[in-house]
């Protein structure tokens, strides 16, 4: 029998032009013709994916279970391996399951590639206040290239959980607050991943994650419960994923959190009422590490046969390492539980992603070990990271136009715990970056400067973490001032000090939630000390979450917010202080006063008592010892020119539904420099049917400028763009007055007025 299927295998796939991986209905009669000739195991088998190795997002695995789990690839019911990389090593991975089970399925190898593959570029929340889509997608696309040729078929990104809380270790992961700039984001993040194709071999499959609302967990605590209306799941949650999903993502990823009481990896309304259902999704859907197991302690499966049972029912289609579909769907479906269309749907979406990634014609096409040494770290790619990360870098202060630095001649002061590392550049979630690999700021620095400049170094401090790993819970440093003395001379006799303090890469991330975001250890007493020996201080930030920066946004002249730039973090960062790149960077997440503001948002709705009512009354919505205001809104970022804009101005006061409305203003460098701006539209709904945010991004442009120059910026807006979940539960726009905002960040804009006509009939959702 075994010989039989193999040959039928052998001469329907690989040589008949019509089903090839590009065909859509060439995949559909591969992935059919296969499906016939499964038994109910093997089908559940590629349900199943395992982790090969010890692995910092799940327990280690005993001998026994790592024999168990080899002698299930040989025998075909395992339907993708994690966390095996290298060509040759999914080369001998894959020969496992080709060349030793009955129908010789190939498996897909998958990795958290995240920033990067080996070449790292900025972290994604540093990468998306860089608010540009083409250097986001290259970033994606070398990410892609580089891990395909490490035998990579699938990666687990882009993250798109919209958040508000800076306290949640993972914000790092995604793009921030604002659900249209996730979603352009999450779109360009696909796009540079997939490719146009998925057949080439410099591609992989993305994965749109978590699904959903993972980002609002409570308390900024990660793997927390949600509690989330319909309206916000609808309005700030969801639209990142569906931008994900049209711009053709291969899979998506449930979430640790429950919605409503129920854990999204039993969630069947969200898996296939949303997910399937109203987007069409045709990949398929993956567990989180453990999640479908987790249904037991959430309290809604008393054990692991019913966690698979509810998690199959909502439409989670792989089970990634808890065993739950491998051990006990067999005997789910044969009892009649489990329809075996239900397996049969699942199974077919996974076969389907096999055969768009060619893998059917060569299981091995991606195991080029050539290839693989070619680019990785490759000095195009390592170009490449130099110049998203200085995109990525957002000026924060300025003040007295301290930058940019003089390179030719004085002498500068590189002082920090952060300034001479070369390894938390690289970030949380590294992939395959090797340890130490990053170009530190004062490596960045002495490149930079000519024979006239004096460079001296000073630690001063170390960072307040350690000793600490990955898997490991920092250790707070409660003082060191060890090396105060030695950074307070440096300072006393540099003409300008660089300071670069911020967080430890593996201080945000998953499973890294703070209840502080201030700086930690002694940092703010060695930054005081300096500055008091000498007040040109420029502190460079890298860090991975905003921070609360109080004191320091008060008295430090120039702040650069640097984030966890990647592998070429102090060419970039360099770049920019010496005024070789004029920084454009934009916030995309609002910088709060103080811990207590959280979770803090831009687009927060107005509430029945918004401003300060007459005479200094308290009964309004406010906070009595600290402002409702951020210390930095969402959008902000300076530049070393400076912008003047016009009046904005409308084409039309009424537009109706089928009607588009020209936003214009006109935006002049009014400094002395060339330098680029993101101009950014906003709109506010007056009234709806539910209560509406009192503004929401819904464009922006970036604009390069030299001294003196004018340019015309126009926006487009139509009912499409003004839509939103009414409260009829239907996605669209409502007729009435609108407010459009235009300006350079969510707080300093300018506006005007329309209205959008009613149509025929009662307004829509009242």
């Known amino acids: 029998m075994k010989t039989t299927i193999a040959l039928l295998l052998f001469f329907v796939f690989p040589i008949a032009p019509h089903v090839r991986a590009g065909n859509p209905g060439g995949d559909a009669m591969r992935v059919e013709t296969l499906l016939k000739n499964m038994t109910l195991e093997e089908k559940i088998g590629q349900l199943n994916q395992y982790s090969n190795t010890f692995d910092v997002t799940g327990p280690a695995q005993t001998e026994a279970a790592d024999r168990q789990r080899l002698q299930r690839v040989r025998d075909g019911l395992v339907g993708s391996l994690l966390n095996v990389c290298g060509a040759e090593e999914t080369r001998k991975a894959q020969r496992l399951a080709v060349e030793h089970s009955r129908l010789g399925i190939p498996m897909l190898f998958a990795f958290d590639v995240i920033h990067g593959y080996r070449t790292m570029f900025p972290i994604p929340l540093g990468e998306a206040a860089s608010w540009d889509l083409a250097a986001i997608e290259l970033s994606a696309r070398i990410a892609a290239t580089e891990a395909a040729a490490a035998g990579l078929h699938w990666t687990f990104a882009p993250m798109v959980d919209v958040t508000r809380d800076a306290r949640w270790g993972r914000v790092m992961e995604g793009a921030g607050e604002d659900p249209y700039l996730h979603a352009v984001i999450a779109a360009a993040r696909v796009r540079g991943f997939q490719g146009e194709d998925l057949e080439a071999t410099d591609t992989v499959a993305a994965c749109a994650k978590h699904f959903a609302a993972y980002g609002f967990a409570e308390a900024g605590r990660d793997y927390n419960t949600v509690d989330i209306s319909e309206h916000t799941l609808r309005n700030a949650v969801l639209p990142p994923f569906q931008a994900a999903v049209e711009a053709g993502v291969a899979t998506v990823m449930n979430s640790f959190n429950d919605i409503d009481g129920v854990p999204t990896t039993a969630s069947e309304l969200l898996q296939r009422g949303i997910l399937k259902g109203e987007w069409g999704f045709q990949g398929f859907v993956i567990s989180d590490w453990n999640s479908i197991g987790e249904l037991v302690p959430h309290g809604v499966a008393v054990d692991l046969r019913q966690a698979a049972l509810l998690a199959m029912t909502a439409g989670s289609d792989m089970d990634m390492e808890s065993s739950a579909y491998v051990n006990h769907l067999v005997d789910l479906v044969r009892s009649g539980v489990v329809p075996e269309a239900l397996i049969d749907d699942a199974v077919r979406r996974v076969l389907t992603l096999k055969s768009r990634l060619g893998l059917f014609e060569d299981p091995y096409r991606y195991c080029d070990a050539q290839r693989e040494k070619k680019l990785l770290f490759s000095p195009k790619h390592r170009a490449a990271a130099r110049d998203v990360a200085r995109k990525s870098i957002v000026l924060l202060e300025n003040r007295n136009h301290l930058l940019p630095l003089d390179k030719t001649k004085g002498s500068i002061a590189v002082i920090g715990p952060l300034a001479a590392d070369k390894d938390v550049p690289l970030g949380n979630w590294r992939a395959k970056a090797i340890a130490g ?330």
């Open 437 to 766: 690999s990053a170009v530190s700021l004062l490596e960045g620095i002495q490149a930079a400067v000519g024979d006239g400049v004096a460079v001296r170094h000073a630690q001063g401090a170390p960072l307040g973490l350690g000793p600490g790993n990955f898997m490991n819970e920092m250790v707070l440093n409660h003082g060191d001032r060890s090396g105060f003395a030695q950074a307070i001379e440096a300072a006393r006799q540099a003409e300008t000090v660089v300071m670069a303090i911020g967080e430890e890469a593996f201080q945000t991330g998953e499973g890294r939630s703070q209840v502080d975001i201030r700086l930690k250890g002694v940092q703010m007493d060695l930054l005081k000390a300096v500055l008091e020996v000498n007040p040109r201080v420029v502190v460079v930030l890298m860090n991975g979450r905003p921070l609360v920066l109080d004191w320091m946004a008060d008295k430090v002249p120039a702040i650069v917010e640097a984030w966890h730039l990647g592998s070429e973090a102090g060419h970039a960062i360099a770049d920019v202080l010496f005024g070789d790149y004029n920084p454009s960077g934009k916030l995309p997440m609002s910088f709060p006063r103080h811990v207590g503001q959280l979770p803090l948002y831009y687009n927060h709705k107005k509430t029945g008592r918004p401003d300060p009512l007459p005479d200094d009354m308290v009964f309004w919505s406010h906070y009595t010892d600290e402002r409702n205001t951020p210390r930095y809104p969402f959008g902000y970022g300076l530049s070393y020119t400076t912008f003047s804009y016009s009046q904005v101005t409308v084409s039309a006061a009424e537009i109706g539904f089928a009607d588009e409305l020209r936003v214009h203003t006109t935006v002049t460098n009014t400094g002395a420099r060339a330098g680029t701006e993101i101009v950014q539209l906003y709109v506010r709904d007056l009234v709806g049917s539910v209560t509406r945010p009192v503004r929401e991004l819904k464009g922006f442009q970036k604009v390069r400028l030299a001294p003196g120059a004018s340019r015309k910026v126009t926006f487009t807006l139509d009912a499409k763009a003004l839509a939103f979940y009414t409260r009829g539960k239907k996605w669209q726009a409502e007729p009435g007055e609108f407010l459009v905002f235009v300006g350079p960040n969510s707080r300093d804009l300018r506006e005007a007025r329309f209205t959008l006509r009613e149509p025929h009939g009662p307004k829509p959702g009242k």
